[in-house]
């Protein structure tokens, strides 16, 4: 990364340029043995006792979206980063940077969002913090959350453990966080809402974890989509992953907003769903118990892990040919989160 | 606090207002039993291991001032936070709100700070996020740190220990990082330039825990100052504080800065320095160990505990009158920290 540059939005936007800059700058100028390279959460081991540590910071805007706002999200995404490291989420801190002229009863609002979700997820928001920033025309309120959780003994052990033939599960439709935030920014007015899918993916991943010692990864598909995240996977493995279009689970409504905007649903965010990868035998089994479950009703097997293919996410499309599936590059859909 | 109210630049100064924002509505909506509502961090029990998990957002400008820059200082405030809780730091998280056209050559600068004051603190930076947000005339990036230390069997008892007579010690001169921040804002044109004190309070709070079973409470003065954490050790106590001007340590130039604006040092965040109370004879042979150390070299007894004046600080003055000390109320130095 050359020093005279700035930064772009597409630096925030999950995909490449986030790459880039986490591996050019933060990796190098961090560097520690505990430092979290891959995955959502740091693993640490205090006193025998092993915890997931994890954070982000919540910027997305509108603040109120339908399925959730921002306060919501910022508990979602923090607890289902320590979920899909194998933790039980336990503990979050909440620190709120506060533009002027903000709205106290929308920050009541949110608060009240946050503590009643919090509540769902059987988390506590145990830690604060409150900036004031000067009024600015665009912006209203920035939360980041940081959470502590307790690592389950059969944690994901990790995609050095990736086997040819490996299946990759998402437990539901893909994309409906980015297509809900697409539609209210841009007043596309369709007839029915897309809701967020904004959710705490715990349960389903204590199901997991219950049901295999063996599961190789879990990840939650934020920023930059399933398609950022099955790069990530194969990234520095001798492995590929194909994937079917056909049993990809979509929603109808976005797959026609995708259509209008020339989007790929696969790089759209979701806030309620995991990618799980682990054995064929052992995931036709968990798809089972998933979809007995409301959270997990849409789960699905969508492709597996590839010899032979080593460092190319491919996709069988319906048509019936075959296309590379990329991590988004540039200014996809900024502020999503 | 009114709903229709909106936020304020004073809601983040550490004053008053702060005050009432966490009372009105962060306390009541997040309301659970380990929320930390007293002190700098919660304190957690997480299988049977006694945690203390904090966070805190940096908002300061300029971004790099004499003594350190926003790096430094999101490191610094988090360590200080868990140190004064009777914590040994361990590990931080970082989450950085970037904004639009930020010179990477700084952001590498600032990473390339944290790890170094990291290091020198003997905590581990293992987690962190980036969001990118459009640019903004104003601001240039935002840091968040959350950080997990490990509780020492000495940590501080709390505030219900307090005795008439209880020693109140500081570490240091008081207000050199508002000052500081203060005069390069202003551009003010010193001969000499203000540094910063910011810096690890935890070696001091290791020799205070290894020296008393007994410390009442430790704080680090931020934001509101010496005067702020005052305020706060005697709330909800029957107690009142007394101070004595005359031994209050202060530098020469930041006692000038404050008489051109009329400051009172008691009011400008101290980001290296800690306040503790405990019994007049431990605290007389604690001061003497601070004292042997470079960073405690300037500590001293500045008061005490007193009954029959409850709720108030009172200070006497070097005038020989006596005034109340109170709590810095408004927009006395915003984006300080």
């Known amino acids: 990364m050359i020093m005279n540059e700035t930064i772009i939005i597409s630096h925030g936007s999950g995909g490449k340029q986030t790459h880039d800059l986490i591996h050019s700058i933060f990796f190098p100028a961090f560097n520690n043995p505990e430092l979290n390279r891959e995955g959502d959460a740091a693993i640490l081991d205090i006193s025998g006792v092993k915890l997931a540590f994890t954070t982000d910071s919540f910027v997305v805007k509108p603040i109120f979206f339908p399925g959730g706002d921002i306060g919501k999200l910022a508990v979602a995404g923090t607890v289902n980063d320590l979920a899909v490291s194998g933790a039980k989420p336990l503990y979050l801190s909440c620190g709120f940077i506060l533009h002027e002229g903000f709205s ?4 009541k609002k949110i608060t ?4 009643q979700f919090a509540d769902e997820c059987g988390v506590r928001i145990v830690t604060g ?17 940081a959470g502590i959780g307790l690592i389950h003994k059969n944690a994901p052990r990790g ?3 990736f086997q040819e033939g490996d299946a990759v599960i998402v437990t539901g439709t893909v994309g409906d966080h980015g297509a809900a935030i697409f539609s209210v920014r841009e007043n596309m007015g369709f007839d029915t809402e897309i809701l967020s899918d904004c959710a705490s993916v715990y349960p389903l991943a204590e199901i997991a974890l219950e049901h295999s010692e063996n599961i190789r990864i879990m990840r939650d598909p934020t920023r930059g989509g399933v398609a950022a995240v099955l790069n990530e996977f194969i ?3 001798p492995f590929g992953i194909e994937i079917v279009e056909r049993v990809i689970p979509v929603r109808n409504d976005v797959k026609t907003i995708c259509e209008i905007l020339g989007f790929d649903p696969l790089h759209l965010a979701c806030e ?18 998933f979809r007995k479950t409301e959270l997990g009703k849409g789960s699905a097997i969508i492709g597996s892990i590839r010899a032979g293919s080593k460092g190319l996410v491919s996709m069988k499309t319906i048509a019936g040919g075959e296309r590379v599936v990329d991590s988004p590059s540039g200014e996809l859909l900024p502020r999503i989160c």
Do not use: W
């Open 104 to 107: 106290i009863e929308k920050l």
């Open 112 to 115: 009240l969002s946050m503590k």
């Open 129 to 145: 913090d409150t900036k004031v920033v000067e009024r600015n025309s665009n912006d209203e309120l920035f939360i980041n959350s």
């Open 159 to 161: 995609k050095e453990f």
């Open 235 to 237: 990234e520095n493995t």
């Open 272 to 289: 309620g769903r995991m990618v799980i990868v682990l054995s064929q035998a052992e995931a036709v089994s968990l798809v089972e118990k």
